[in-house]
């Protein structure tokens, strides 16, 4: 195999692939990633973890086909250091990778591994795939991805993506919190379709594209996403995942407007004085929002924000870098806190313009 290709395009295309390649695995290969030089120069990458498949196509010179796969972590971090220019990369079926500057001063060698023992990934032709738009899954992920943890439940392991025949919804929950994007008031004639995903395939999303639309195809273990020449396949966790519109209130008697840098800055200061579960008790009252915490071990602290409530007087204690996540995700100049009484979830939701609703719920510390 021999291809000559734009050191920066490959180095483009490959770092897609850094969060794929397991760093430690039984088997050696899913630390590789596959390169194949095909004819009419065309390159595909391929790398998988078994539970998620990235692969990517791009032009480059191919003098020779050929297929190799190599130490996709060395590979990437040796051509992303390479000079600028083409480089020449060789393999003579003696698993030996060659790889060379255009100016010939920097050349290398490293070790490969058989191409034919790659696992392959699943396929789908998206002859049925639903398109979306890119900017809107993106929001998506972004509001939901970091709830989800890997040390939760396995049904608490991924977002929930609901298909709609013209919408898609996502939620995520680690059973302290809740996360929603999409219409929620409005009422649909058909009946979703449900996947649960995991949070790494959620990550690897938001890198693959960022404008136009993207392919979303399934079947009964796997779900598809494609972009351009990006394909994504990941597998589709098999659990139920809790009924979350059963902690969404229905309705609220009151609400507060609070300036979100204001309520951030606060919550920065206070979170210094850092407790196992960061309990912060917020007391609603008058056009006042008053935050307190008290530690025997770290101290005390007390402060105060004006803002916009007429309602009852309302203290929760809630975990103060929950609500800080929710603040660094939105970019909103304030937001809207909704309640009925000191017990029950309060809502949470960025003050916007946009046609989708996001609801952060969040359930008050039993203390």
Do not use: C, W
Not at 27 to 32: A, C, G, H, V
Request: charge should be negative; hydrophobic fraction near 40%; charged fraction near 25%.
């Amino acid at each position: 195999m021999k291809l000559l290709i734009e050191k920066n395009l490959l180095t483009e295309e490959l770092k897609l692939f850094v969060g794929i390649f397991e760093k430690k695995s039984m088997m050696e290969i899913l630390q590789n990633i596959k390169i194949t030089a095909l004819q009419h120069g065309n390159v595909e990458l391929v790398a998988t973890d078994l539970e998620i498949g990235l692969s990517t196509n791009f032009e480059a010179q191919v003098d020779e086909e050929g297929s190799f796969t190599v130490n996709g972590r060395d590979f990437y971090d040796l051509i992303s250091k390479m000079p600028e220019g083409n480089i020449e990369i060789e393999e003579n079926n003696d698993l030996h990778i060659l790889i060379k500057s255009s100016s010939k001063k920097s050349k290398y060698k490293l070790m490969g591994m058989q191409s034919s023992d790659y696992p392959e990934l699943p396929t789908t032709d998206f002859a049925n795939a639903q398109s979306i738009q890119m900017s809107v899954f993106s929001y998506m992920i972004n509001k939901n991805y970091f709830i989800v943890s890997s040390e939760m439940k396995f049904n608490l392991s991924g977002s929930l993506l609901s298909i709609y025949e013209e919408d898609i919804q996502m939620a995520a929950t680690d059973g302290n919190r809740l996360s929603f994007t999409g219409k929620f008031e409005k009422k649909y004639s058909d009946t979703p379709i449900d996947f649960i995903i995991s949070k790494k395939a959620l990550l690897e999303l938001q890198k693959i594209g960022t404008e136009g639309n993207i392919l979303l195809s399934y079947d009964k273990n796997n779900i598809f996403f494609k972009y351009k020449n990006r394909i994504l396949s990941s597998r589709i966790i098999d659990q139920k995942f809790p009924n979350y519109r059963a902690v969404i209130p229905e309705k609220t008697l009151f609400s507060a407007i609070i300036n979100r840098d204001e309520l951030s800055n606060v919550l920065k200061r206070i979170l210094v004085l850092k407790t196992r579960n960061n309990s912060i008790v917020f007391k609603f009252d008058n056009n006042k929002l008053e935050l307190d915490k008290t530690s025997s071990e770290k101290g005390e602290a007390h402060e105060e924000l004006s803002i916009n409530y007429n309602g009852s007087s309302i203290s929760a204690t809630f975990n103060g870098a929950f609500i800080q996540e929710f603040l660094s995700h939105i970019s909103t100049e304030e937001i809207e806190v909704s309640m009925n009484d000191d017990d029950s979830s309060f809502i949470f939701k960025p003050i916007s313009g946009s046609d989708l609703d996001y609801l952060y719920v969040i359930m008050p510390l039993n203390i």
